[in-house]
């Protein structure tokens, strides 16, 4: 059987150690490699022959993935293996990548011995340097080094690398993303001098009872410290030194220089000074509880796949820190070893992840799982501890993660053994195993809110086992997934965070996911868009379930982002009655002396005074009261407070001025006039009815208004359904709404009454084939130019479903392009996914209006409406006021287009704008892999009236 198909640790690799920033010459052998793409395994190996001419082999960048330079394709699927399940083997057709790049020696290059270091390579890598084999690597995602000092030429060197796309490794790596061979992280070649540091192994603790921090530097060989800021110059290796320090935390994340030498090399490094620890059931940092606010990150980018920039984890730090989130679980693998250096630095907690996952076992009754074959037990324990060799003395990291659904076995027990052998300082996390048994925390993924309510009362289920049982629910609790961001979601996130606010064990949990994993390519006539699960030509696969991040995959945050930022702002304003504001510092260790606090009042949407608060010190935890200005507001009209805690500095991640947290709150009871009009009567005009401005036909369709053309309004009940109205678990929500018509819904005219002062349009609006339906009254009176609908719903016979939305559609002339609402906003807002709506003017225009989900699917409704101003480029057009407020959502497409679309570039613009005036929308939830919308923001069909009143503008 060939080495690839082997359950192995690999061979021929050094020890595990640290990525370490050294004075020993390092050379970066990233670059053009060449390239051939071989359909299976067996190919010749001769290239490995320094003599071998390559010359009509491709060019490749490395680090890279083959399949996203046009070698091959990448394929998606989510947990079922896209090969047979039969492990070790794996099929005969298995793209083989072979590698080769030549290399001279720096003319300083001092000779001796050196590693060639591999960070990453998928699947499994045989290397040759100089026509001799080096060795195989498996673990996609860790670092192998070989050594290679006597191989080494002045010139000339040769590398050969035959990567495989599949191995024994695949079935111990099968974590929901595509599936994306190649050398795609760094290789470098490091020298290693005589009597230098192999490994350096950093401890800093910190005790919050004396404020005294313990330095623990340990080395192979004897060593020296140097720390000049805490005052260590020359400090023996191997001896613990206690120093006065400024802890490390997240929210202040103090690092300091330390420098490891011997006579022969020198080592750099940041420590934190942090302690992790379970007391009491509560996962704390230096003594204090902390709360997750967290995301599963894995590493993408749209063009690159995994092979990341520091570029980019750049911008996903920045990304996470502009939006409150303050930990990341690095979802299901390690990452790049420069990921955590910057986790250090911007301060983040870090859940680090070994690269192990046999989801696709469970398909198959979890037969043969890796999890629980003695077979398996070296090659995953090999891997536990090459995770933490590399990533130990990071501050960040304050719990290691052994894997993801790799269902339960013994090897998840030796697993644990091996790493609480390296690294005794942090809790162990595994979920997939409900007893927790080799864990230190309780981990679960998607629990509902009731679940996690439970979890926090102390009554969930019990283990059968007692002493486990017990055990367990003396853990603290985390989600390591939730609130799954697939489409247009998650709904129910503050509900949530409620729940981790009240219970303190629940110390809140990770977002599935950070980023959507669209793959950037082109249709045939060239317009971009972002590929998902076949879109790639794979037999099997599981479509747009790869789109499910905060962020599309171009990095833009989604509504949902916006929303989870808002729900866990680590400041609370609220409204402290008597012309007061409570502040309330949610931060676990941070003041609030980084922020500034600045007020306006604003009437109407219009601001008429603003200002900065004084805030005293509040420290973590704490509370304050401050008294508000008294201004000089107009005696009517909608009144409210809006105070922003802002960066008072720049930072590294964000300039002073950017936005932390807020609250709004209404500065006096809202008096709203009743925009109710009733004057004008109603006339016969030629084939129907004439109401002010407005005609009818002699059905009661409205036909035009004010000089407009319109697609008369009926009541509208369908949207396009979303990813988590769509793919759920259980409910299946959309599949029951098409089921029973409610994309089809006819409207049966039962009645016109012209009355005096008002045109009466009965209905009955109901789908074909049953026997329920709604009857819809629309009532329409006019005064002067203005315009008034009320409508009335009553439920006819027993309605199985929620409905989707419940509101008027009408069709408008297409240059009606400019939007401004007074209302909810900026962004779009749900039911259950509102938090970051505020009460402002705002204005977009039509296409800003869109949410370009990856996946079309309803979107950009905007909530809370008072009023909307639709205006063409002339400022020409029509307002309308809600009577109450109202949602809206504008497109140049129907639902019925959006809901057949595929990707964003199948929307083409009609000659409309379609405007849905919704009463109401069904929340979102997150039932594509979650709990369902939460029944206080279900939409059942009940009775219901609400009125609207359209004027003409310009
Ligand atoms: C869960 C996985 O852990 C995660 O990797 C991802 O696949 C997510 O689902 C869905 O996007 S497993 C799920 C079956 C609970």
Redesign the pocket.
Same mark, same amino acid.
């Given at each position: 059987m060939s080495y690839h198909q082997e359950i192995s640790s690999g061979t021929g690799g050094l020890p595990p150690r640290a990525h370490l920033t050294s004075d020993a010459p390092v050379l970066d052998l990233s670059g053009t490699w060449r390239f051939r793409l071989s359909g299976t395994a067996a190919a010749p190996e001769d290239f490995a022959e320094p003599a071998f001419d390559d010359s009509a082999w491709e060019a490749l960048p490395v680090p890279s993935h083959w399949p996203l330079h046009g070698h091959g394709a990448p394929i998606y699927t989510?947990?079922r293996f896209p090969i047979p399940v039969d492990p070790p083997h794996v099929p005969t057709d298995n793209p083989t990548g072979d590698h080769r790049r030549s290399f001279d020696l720096p003319a300083d290059w001092p000779g001796g011995p050196a590693v060639l270091r591999f960070e990453g390579i998928e699947s499994c890598g045989r290397i040759w340097l100089n026509g001799t084999e080096l060795g195989i690597t498996f673990g996609s995602r860790l670092p192998v080094e070989f050594p290679v000092g006597e191989l080494l030429r002045e010139s000339g060197n040769v590398l050969a690398v035959r990567v495989h796309q599949w191995s024994a490794a695949t079935y111990v790596e099968d974590?929901?993303m595509w599936w994306l061979p190649g050398i795609f992280r760094e290789v470098t070649l490091r020298s290693r001098p005589t009597g230098g540091l192999d490994d350096v192994r950093v401890r800093a603790d910190f005790d919050h009872a004396t404020g005294l921090g313990t330095l623990l530097v340990e080395t192979d060989v004897p060593a020296t410290v140097d720390c000049p800021e805490l005052g260590l110059a020359g400090a023996p290796t191997g001896e613990p030194v206690t120093v006065s320090v400024e802890p490390w935390t997240a929210e202040t994340p103090r690092l300091y220089q330390v420098a490891v030498s011997t006579a022969s090399e020198r080592v750099e490094l940041k420590a934190g000074f942090r302690t992790v620890a379970i007391t009491g059931g509560v996962l704390t940092v230096n003594g204090r509880r902390i709360l997750l606010r967290g995301v599963n990150r894995h590493e993408f980018d749209p063009d690159r796949g995994r092979a990341l920039t520091e570029e980019t984890m750049r911008l996903d730090l920045d990304l996470m820190k502009r939006h409150n989130v303050n930990a990341v679980r690095t979802?299901?693998y390690p990452p790049h070893p420069r990921f955590l250096e910057l986790c250090d630095e911007y301060g983040f907690w870090v859940v680090d992840e070994c690269d192990f996952e046999t989801?696709g076992f469970e398909e198959n009754g979890w037969r043969r799982n890796p999890t629980d074959d003695p077979a398996w037990r070296e090659p995953l324990v090999d891997r536990a501890r090459r995770m933490v060799a590399r990533d130990r003395n990071h501050p960040s990291v304050i719990m290691w993660s052994l894997g993801? @659904?790799c269902g339960v076995g013994d090897n998840i027990g030796h697993m644990a053994e091996a790493v609480r052998a390296l690294d005794g300082s942090r809790p162990l996390h595994y979920e997939g195993d409900r007893t927790s048994r080799h864990t230190d925390v309780y981990s679960r993924?998607?629990a509902d809110h009731a679940e996690v309510e439970r979890i926090g009362l102390g009554t969930e289920d019990r283990l059968d086992d007692p002493g486990l049982d017990a055990r367990r629910r003396a853990m603290p609790f985390i989600l390591c997934?939730y609130g799954?961001a697939m489409g247009n979601g998650p709904g129910g996130l503050s509900e949530y965070q409620r729940l981790f606010e009240r219970f303190e064990r629940c110390q809140g949990g990770f977002i599935? @996911?950070w980023i959507d994993h669209g793959i950037r390519t082109r249709t045939a006539d060239g317009r971009e868009f972002f590929g998902y699960g076949g879109d790639f030509g794979e037999e099997l696969h599981d479509g747009n379930?790869v789109c499910?991040g905060l962020l599309f995959p171009d990095r833009t945050p989604s509504p949902g982002l916006v929303e989870y930022k808002k729900v866990i702002e680590p400041v609370r304003i609220t409204d402290g009655g008597g012309g007061s504001v409570l502040v309330a510092n949610g931060h676990d260790f941070a003041d609030l002396s980084h922020l500034a606090f600045v007020w306006t009042h604003e009437v109407d949407g219009e601001e008429i005074a603003s200002g900065t608060l004084t805030c005293p010190t509040v420290a973590a935890g704490e509370r304050v009261g401050l008294p508000m200005p008294v201004v000089a507001a107009p005696a009517t009209g909608e009144a409210w407070w809006t105070v922003r805690a802002v960066l008072a500095k720049d930072t590294e991640w964000a300039p002073a001025g950017h936005e932390v947290a807020w609250g709004q709150w209404p500065a006096r009871p809202a008096v709203r006039a009743s925009p109710a009009v009733v004057a004008t009567a109603v006339e016969p005009a030629t084939g129907g009815h004439r109401l002010g401005t407005a005609a009818f036909g002699e059905n009661g369709d409205l036909t035009a208004f004010a000089g407009l053309a319109v697609v008369p309004p009926r009541l509208d009940l369908w949207r396009a359904p979303t990813d988590n109205d769509d793919d759920g678990w259980g409910i299946r929500l959309a599949k029951r709404w098409r089921h029973n018509g409610l994309h089809r819904v006819g409207h049966r005219l039962v009645g016109v009454d012209a009355e005096s002062s008002a045109l009466v349009v009965r209905t009955r609006v109901a789908p074909a084939a049953v026997d329920f339906g709604l009857l819809t009254t629309y009532r329409w009176s006019a005064e002067g130019d203005r315009l008034r609908l009320d409508v009335t719903v009553d439920p006819d016979g027993d309605w199985p479903v929620p409905l989707p939305r419940l509101g008027i559609r009408l069709g408008l002339p297409g240059a009606l392009t400019a939007v401004e609402w007074f209302g909810g906003g900026p962004g779009e807002a749900y039911a259950d996914s509102r938090a970051a709506a505020r009460v402002a003017r705002h204005t977009a225009t039509i296409d800003e209006l869109q949410t370009p989900y990856v996946y079309p699917q309803e979107n950009g409704a905007r909530i809370d409406v008072r009023h909307l101003i639709l205006r063409d480029g002339d400022g020409r057009g029509l307002r309308v006021d809600g009577d109450p407020a109202f949602m809206f959502s504008a497109r140049r497409w129907t639902s019925e287009e959006l809901a057949a679309a595929r990707h964003p570039t199948d929307l083409v613009p009609g000659e409309h704008v379609w405007l849905n005036l919704d009463h109401a929308q069904q929340g979102l939830g997150s039932n594509s892999?979650g709990p369902a919308v939460l029944p206080r923001h279900v939409l059942e069909a009940g009775p219901a009236a609400f009125g609207l009143v359209f004027s003409p503008v310009g």
């Open positions: 989510n947990t974590q929901d979802s299901h989801h993801n @659904e993924m998607y997934e799954h599935w @996911e379930f499910d892999c």
